[in-house]
């Protein structure tokens, strides 16, 4: 495969798992985006600011072209996790709106540089510190995908809405009713594999 096209399938995917992560907040209230919804806090305004920061990192300051508007978050005197969920005075629209400029500034850098350009990751371990455009991407793709993982089923504990993206759900078509029972039948299964659970 040559360089343009392994290039077009990378930025194709990392594209869509984007696209996944803004689409999971359509419809919510400003509650709903930013609750908490695991024990470590994990909330869908939180995935976006966090992924904000990373694309930032990874495809503006690692490559030489650092993204040019401030994340106040990333800040020396930050507290711990403060890309990881949306203060009060943090508005959805700015964090999304942000989260578009940093993603088409990679954009660009996906554009402007070969697959073999290298850059610099500071806090990677030193054997690993100047990956190429092509490794950093292979990550990327992957740290969205499992961030959409992650917003996938948390976007499911807020209002049951689930599926792959816009106009493809990749659900099946099955209605309430059917998942309802598909859940109950598959506690019963867990139940009968470990007849002490739940005493």
């Known amino acids: 495969m040559d360089d343009d096209r392994a290039k077009a399938d990378l930025h194709r995917a990392l594209a869509a798992a984007r696209e996944v992560m803004v689409w999971k907040l359509d419809g919510l209230s400003e509650y709903d985006a930013r609750r908490p919804l695991t024990p470590s806090g994990t909330n869908l305004l939180g995935l976006v600011k966090?992924?904000?920061?990373?694309?930032?990192?990874?495809?503006?300051?690692?490559?030489?072209?650092?993204?040019?508007?401030?994340?106040?978050?990333?800040?020396?005197?930050?507290?711990?996790?403060?890309?990881?969920?949306?203060?009060?005075?943090?508005?959805?629209?700015?964090?999304?709106?942000?989260?578009?400029?940093?993603?088409?500034?990679?954009?660009?850098?996906?554009?402007?540089?070969?697959?073999?350009?290298?850059?610099?990751?500071?806090?990677?371990?030193?054997?690993?510190?100047?990956?190429?455009?092509?490794?950093?991407?292979?990550?990327?793709?992957?740290?969205?995908?499992?961030?959409?993982?992650?917003?996938?089923?948390?976007?499911?504990?807020?209002?049951?809405?689930?599926?792959h993206r816009p106009g493809a759900g990749n659900m099946g078509g099955r209605d309430v009713a059917w998942w309802a029972a598909y859940r109950d039948r598959l506690e019963q299964a867990a139940r009968q594999a470990d007849p002490e659970a739940g005493r």
């Open 50 to 163: 966090h992924l904000t920061n990373v694309e930032a990192g990874y495809l503006g300051g690692a490559f030489g072209r650092p993204f040019d508007e401030p994340l106040a978050w990333t800040a020396p005197e930050r507290e711990p996790n403060a890309d990881m969920w949306a203060t009060p005075d943090e508005s959805r629209e700015d964090i999304v709106g942000q989260y578009h400029r940093v993603c088409a500034h990679g954009d660009e850098t996906i554009r402007a540089l070969p697959l073999d350009a290298t850059g610099e990751v500071p806090h990677w371990p030193p054997e690993r510190r100047h990956p190429t455009l092509h490794a950093v991407l292979v990550h990327l793709v992957a740290e969205t995908h499992r961030h959409a993982g992650h917003a996938d089923i948390v976007r499911e504990q807020v209002d049951g809405a689930a599926g």
